[in-house]
């Protein structure tokens, strides 16, 4: 709820007056703050706010009275039901009818929302959600979450392969947060900056930005960020020819995500430790670590991005060549058959070296 993507019900703004004692005569304009109106707030005029070099539009004429509350509580509570369904599909039919609801009430947060959703759920049609939620973000006039939504958005065109688009819109970005005075830390923005960095052979600069990132997460507390800030140094220090750190961060990042049942995040954390073993030559450990991957993310319907598919396919096709069909199909097939648990443990195995101070 602080960070605006969930809004409370009413029910519950209903419990929130009786414990802040607001007087009866102003509840309604505390229903409509606490559900996204911020003009109904006594001290916060956001239509003030103008952006210098953004494309950003304040709109000021939103029709929040027009706000249908039982639609607006079914989005929360459909939502919700999403976390709890296994299947993609469902999940996805979920989010759909959400968006329906979110759409008939008028509700842009609602539809933002929903939208950014969909995104994650449906990585064929990403960015084409992500773009309407990024317009409506431009017209609800909610200047933060337009600039963590380009910063996203930019670090996934970047995965993706489209530095051009990345840069417009991580550049929007950041002359948001400059305008705002706030530091971009829990956004994608120094994540991008940093894999556009590795990607062109900086690996000082990629260093710098992922490092910062993880610490000021530390800061903040986020955990998931700062853990995937960290696992991302990983690949930094094997571009940098430096494997016992490269295996180090792989090794315990895997660790600490399995701890927290991330499971893409220990997928992600291991197929940077077979980028690892392929380069020390432990071939059959690195094709059953991607074989584990791949069976995984196919199970959670998470595909690679671009660039990350294109890195994998050179382990594989190194694994093969110089394993030889059979023998790199029985690693890739016993990899498969893994659980997480057994692939983390599977992993620390092979060449030691020594740990690695941060």
């Keep these: 709820m602080e960070s605006e993507t969930r809004h409370p019900s009413a029910q519950l703004v209903e419990r929130l007056a009786e414990v802040f004692d607001i007087p009866g005569s102003q509840r309604k304009l505390f229903l409509r ?32 009275s027009m706000l249908n509350l039982i639609d607006t509580q079914e989005v929360d509570r459909l939502l919700e039901f999403t976390w709890e369904s296994p299947q993609i599909s469902e999940k996805l039919t979920l989010v759909h009818k959400a968006l329906a609801l979110a759409e008939t009430a008028d509700d842009i947060r609602r539809q933002i929302e929903t939208l950014w959703q969909l995104g994650w759920l449906d990585q064929a049609n990403r960015f084409s959600y ?37 840069q417009k819109h991580l550049a929007e970005a950041s002359a948001i947060y400059q305008q705002l005075q706030l530091r971009p830390v829990a956004s994608h923005l120094l994540s991008a900056y940093g894999q556009i960095s590795l990607l062109r052979g900086d690996f000082k600069k990629a260093r710098a930005y992922l490092q910062e990132h993880a610490r000021a997460s530390l800061e903040l507390g986020n955990r998931e960020d700062y853990l995937w800030s960290y696992v991302r140094l990983g690949f930094v220090a094997l571009h940098e020819g430096k494997p016992a750190e490269a295996r180090h961060i792989f090794v315990e990042s895997a660790q600490e995500f399995k701890q927290d049942r991330n499971i893409i995040g220990a997928v992600f954390a291991l197929e940077g430790l077979a980028g690892f073993y392929t380069n020390a030559g432990c071939l059959s450990q690195a094709a059953q670590l991607l074989g584990w991957a791949d069976s995984t993310r196919e199970k959670i319907s998470d595909k690679r991005p671009l660039l990350e598919q294109a890195d994998v396919d050179k382990i594989l096709a190194t694994c093969r060549t110089k394993m030889g069909n059979a023998a790199f199909s029985d690693a890739y097939e016993t990899g498969q058959k893994m659980t997480m648990e057994e692939a983390v443990s599977y992993a620390q195995k092979g060449r030691k070296y020594p740990k690695i101070k941060r």
């Design 130 to 166: 992500w773009e309407r939620a990024l317009e409506l973000a431009r017209q609800l006039g909610d200047a933060q979450g337009l600039a963590n939504g380009l910063s996203m958005m930019g670090f996934f065109l970047v995965l993706n392969g489209d530095l051009e688009s990345a």
């Design 33 to 64: 703050f606490a559900q996204g109106d911020w003009n109904a707030g006594q001290n916060r005029e956001f239509e003030d706010v103008t952006l210098r070099d953004s494309r950003l539009v304040v709109q000021t004429n939103i029709p929040t």
